[in-house]
């Protein structure tokens, strides 16, 4: 049973990869040749966050480096410090997995719209200091909004599809441990 817990793991790291690069490519398609009035929710960090909420050993801190290092890179904002924004805001929503395992959807909800929230400002905020030019603040805004209304649907669709499911409490997690 344990090698079938750590492949489904191999497994699910495999398709979050492939769902990550996914969404990536579909932000470099030339969609719309004219500047943007309004903006997409960011999908990435909404599955990260779903992902990384309901089962975080899918989600090892080195695949997420690589998977928003190189969302970094492809989508050509400064190297790094998104990433490790996002890393930072993942592995807190890991320490926080014991108390929102047993809590309801709304608290994880605003839980992860903090998260959202922090990690959109700390960016801005960091960028500004090091007078790195930047799109208005309104569009920084509506992307968080956004991706903070979407994230229901993301958690849905991860829960419903994906398979990606909490743990409830005293459930073994993929490695055989106690979740």
């Not at 805001?89 to 926080?96: F, I, P, Y």
Request: proline content about 6%.
């Amino acid at each position: 049973m344990n090698e079938l817990s750590v492949s489904r793991r191999w497994v699910m790291g495999l398709y979050f990869t492939v769902l990550s690069f996914g969404i990536i490519f579909l932000h470099l398609l030339p969609l719309d040749t004219l500047p943007a009035r309004w903006v997409m929710p960011d999908l990435l960090m909404g599955f990260a966050f779903a992902w990384t909420v309901r089962r975080p050993e899918y989600v090892p801190v080195l695949l997420l480096a690589v998977v928003f290092l190189m969302a970094d890179l492809l989508l050509q904002r400064p190297p790094g410090l998104w990433a490790f924004l996002m890393l930072l805001a993942c592995e807190s929503l890991k320490a926080q997995i014991g108390s929102l395992r047993v809590t309801g959807f709304p608290v994880e909800w605003l839980t992860v719209a903090g998260m959202i929230l922090g990690v959109t400002l700390a960016y801005r905020l960091i960028l500004s200091i090091l007078l790195v030019e930047m799109p208005g603040f309104g569009l920084a805004l509506m992307q968080m909004g956004f991706t903070i209304l979407i994230y229901p649907v993301i958690a849905g669709v991860t829960h419903a599809f994906m398979g990606v499911r909490k743990s409830n409490p005293g459930d073994l997690d993929t490695l055989g441990d106690r979740a």
